[in-house]
């Protein structure tokens, strides 16, 4: 492989997976995104230009997407609407990407032939007890509970269909929740670290019992490039960090971490439908491709996360203002 599309490539996860690429690899690529409120060109800043191309468009529009598709060797498709609250607000923009979207790339490298690589979500295997021993696996029956989980669910079975029916070369991951620099502040983690940096409280919704099985966004781009390499056709690997906290322990730690007292918190209004726990089992992805993560403690990922807000307000303020505005108006 010589010349890698990613799609969504302005995001938290894809420009990660870019920069991972240009490091480790000898692969050109083309970014392809529309650059919707969540991208950051920033994130792509200081990239060689001779190996790192962007491309302004949406992956609905196939005009534009099959030449792309042709000049290229694989696609990694992380482009996405990827917020749960946003598709409790607005479920018609994450059908449009997040299934049209995907549909529209599936046909084109089903024309051409190229490798696909699709990036997924566990949420479309729906929660997990709190004490429930078991964890997701490749074999976890799909239950999806959000819109956005529910389009990744779908996006998941088109492309596994397009394998089965069409003989399209394809693999896809599904991976817990990503932390890690360039996270937009809507998100959990980056949302409380900037709300204490600003001088407000942490928002935790409900009890915020609720777990979530972090996993750093750099060990993320590992295993999709180990995917990407070695993963086998048809096939689907689980990637996660052993990671699990709840909310209330990661509120915790963004307090201490950044000298306020733990308890400096406000409970606000659930989240609609809110998933109760996430845990992942990547024995898959370990044993059979040898994959493991770099960043095994949480915590000390977490501190260097909250450094990192620290050091760049100047890109994350600008969004800010607006982000919890939307908040307040639904009480969160
Ligand atoms: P993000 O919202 O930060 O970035 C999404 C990117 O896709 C943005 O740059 C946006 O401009 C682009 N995009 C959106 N709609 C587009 C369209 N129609 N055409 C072209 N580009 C478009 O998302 P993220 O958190 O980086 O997630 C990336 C992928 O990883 C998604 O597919 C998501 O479902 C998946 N994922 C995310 C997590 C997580 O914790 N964030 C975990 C597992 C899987
Ligand atoms: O599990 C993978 C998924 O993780 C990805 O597919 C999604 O793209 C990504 O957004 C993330 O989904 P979550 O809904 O789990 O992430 P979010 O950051 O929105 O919320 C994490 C947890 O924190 C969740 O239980 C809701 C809670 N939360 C969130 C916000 C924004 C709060 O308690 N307070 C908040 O202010």
Redesign the pocket.
Known sequence: MDRLLVTGGAGFIGSNFVRHVVDRTRMDVTVLDKLTYAASREALAGLPADRVRLVVGDILDAEAVDPLVRDHDAVVHFAAE????NSLADPGSFVRTNVLGTYTLLEAVRRHGTRFHHVS???VYGDLALDDPTRFTEATPYNPSSP?SAT?AGSDHLVRAWVRSFGVPATISN???NYGPWQHV???IP??VTNVLDGSRP???GS?E?V?DWIHTDDHSSAVLRILEDGAIGETYLVGADGEHS?LEVVRLILELLGRDPDDFEHVTD?AG?DLR?AIDSTRLRSELGWEPRYADFPSGLAATVEWYREHADWWRPHKQRTEAA?AARG?
């Open positions: 990827s917020h749960n609250d979500t566990d949420e956005y990744k991976c817990s929740n809507e998100k959990f949302r409380q928002k935790l919704y915020g609720n979530r909310n989240r809110h996430y908040y969160q």
